[in-house]
């Protein structure tokens, strides 16, 4: 069984008793462990296919099974569990809390789960590890370079171990060099098992995911499967 199967979903709005069809009868897999790229230009459904994979949103019709688990009909509440303990979110613009420091932004996701202030403490510590990170975990945000945010943003979205992370174009506010180093930890963390779902609307983005969905119109056009586009897998460390 495939970690995320989706079957035939819709998601249709009405807007001045037009129909709009954002997604159209979508079905895709992603296996576990997976790297892949959602491409598709502004107003593909991309968005909104991400939104749904995210448990963000529902589809108007179809299925979705994430990790065994239905989700097209959960409440409310059941999809922020699911949001809280099997997806990890990364963002373009980081959406970190400028008033916390690097330690504390991290720590957010366990606030809800019940775990004590100590296991927090080291689970975010352990995260802020893995990004290279854990020798500016007092710093604000303020005090850090866009690369750094994201690494923070990315580490925060590993402490509740998910099984999918969820990245919305997440080098859009970054520079090309500093791009470049965080697709390598996605490669990274890809390798590691985890799986990894890169939304964007840049090909050359998208290019580095050895697979990659394009949404055209609602609907899944073409599913590729691409090489590296120039990143050799020898020289995937993690600088800045």
Known sequence: MALVEVRNISKIYHLGGEEIRALDDVSLDIGS??????IGPSGSGKS??????????????????????????ASQRQLAGIRNKKIGFVFQFFNLLPKLNVLQNVELPMIYGGQSARERRERAMAALKMVELENRSKHRPSQLSGGQ??????????????????????????????????????????????????VTHDPEIAAVTPRKIEIRDGKVATRLDAKLAGLDRSTLSLTE
């Not at 909104?48 to 009909?73: E, F, N, R």
């Open 33 to 38: 462990g997976e790297f892949i790229s959602i």
């Open 48 to 73: 909104t296919l991400m939104h749904i994979l995210g448990c963000l949103d529902t589809p108007t019709k179809g299925t979705i099974t994430l990790d065994g688990m239905m989700i097209q009909s």
């Open 149 to 198: 945010q994201q690494r923070v943003a990315i580490a925060r979205s590993l402490v509740n171990d998910p099984r999918i992370i969820l990245a919305d174009e997440p080098t859009g506010n970054l520079d090309s060099h500093t791009g470049e180093n965080i697709l390598k930890l996605f490669r990274r963390l890809s390798e590691e098992g985890r799986t990894i779902i890169l």
